[in-house]
């Protein structure tokens, strides 16, 4: 007997591969599931949901548009119930929406109306929130508007990193799947209209958005290091004629006065270390020049002195 409620799933990263796994283990009728090719440019850290819906038995399709005609035909013969959303990368136009005759449900990494858009999580931490989460809403034509179904929160951490945080959201929104699939497969659930006023949209992230200057505060250092530290691309500034990439930092306190000689970078106590625009220290705890990781050692062999001024940066890496 085939399983109840026809569904497609549009799906990509990890929060895709853990709601479509918990679709299946429901029962829920997953007739298709459609995905992303993986770019090769891209490192990826998370599960496929190719495999995982493999590993089920179900079709899984990489269209390179969810409007391919292709694609519409079938999902017009499945005749879905439900289609659902799990970080798909494309926005779904209001043809595929109407193709499910009992809701279109999105998946959305953020307390809905907040982080509307893309990169929900990495403007989180950005932005020094203490929590985000994961909202499940049914899709309308604008990004991240309609109705909110449930959601869950997590928190951040003062020195979290934004992968650190994707899972904490990866779980959250498993939860909130599993929560709210018995009213929907049952007809009581029940959505709230979301208040747009109360949240923002913001858009996509590029590895240029990395670039720092260390006459920034040290907490806007610091805040946008953890929210691009790897796998996403990182975050970087010009320290002389070179460019320094920064995976991680530590706050070693002070601040509230721009220090008198200027920003500048150098060795204390055997640690690199930042003296910032607003005169907050940073402990640069992992940092690379040229592919290579720099020390204490080899900050001296390649500036010749133990402290640098940090001046703006002119111009990004080729």
């Known amino acids: 007997m085939s399983a109840p409620h026809p569904t497609v799933v549009f799906a990509y990263s990890e929060v895709g591969a853990r709601c479509l796994g918990a679709l299946f283990e429901a029962g829920i009728g997953v007739k298709l599931v459609v995905t992303h090719e993986d770019d090769p440019n891209e490192t990826r850290w998370f599960a496929s949901v190719a495999e995982v819906a493999r590993g089920a038995g179900c079709r899984a399709v990489t269209p390179a548009e969810p409007t391919d005609p292709a694609l519409l035909a079938e ?8 289609i659902f959303s799990f970080y798909y990368r494309k926005m779904l136009p209001a043809r595929v929406l109407a193709l499910a005759s009992r809701g279109a449900l999105n998946m959305h990494g953020s307390l809905l109306p907040k982080y509307r858009g893309r990169a929900p999580i990495n ?5 020094g929130e203490r929590e985000t989460g994961a909202s499940l809403h049914y899709m309308v034509a604008k990004p991240d508007a309609g109705d909110l179904l449930d959601q869950q929160a997590v928190p951040i951490g003062p020195d979290d990193t934004a ?3 994707a899972d904490r959201v990866a779980d959250a929104a498993v939860t909130v799947l599993r ?3 018995p009213g929907l497969v049952g007809g009581t659930a029940r959505a709230t209209p979301l208040d747009l006023s109360q949240g923002s949209y913001f858009g996509g992230r590029r590895p240029a958005d990395g670039e720092f200057r260390f006459d920034w505060p040290a907490q806007r250092i610091h805040d946008l290091v953890r929210a691009v530290a790897p796998p996403f691309p990182g975050a970087y500034a010009r320290l002389g004629d070179a460019i320094l990439r920064v995976y991680r930092t530590r706050r070693l306190g002070g601040g509230g006065t721009p220090p008198p000689g200027g920003p500048s970078v150098g060795i204390e106590d055997g640690a690199i270390v930042a003296t910032c625009g607003d005169g907050a220290r940073l402990e640069l705890a992992d940092v690379q020049l040229e592919e290579g990781r720099l020390d204490a050692g080899r900050f001296t062999e390649v500036f010749g002195h ?10 990004g890496p080729t």
């Open 163 to 165: 992968i650190e945080v």
């Open 75 to 82: 999902i017009e013969a499945i005749a879905p119930e439900f």
């Open 123 to 127: 403007w989180a931490v950005l932005h």
């Open 179 to 181: 929560r709210s699939l």
């Open 306 to 315: 133990a402290r640098v001024p940090a001046r703006p940066l002119a111009a």
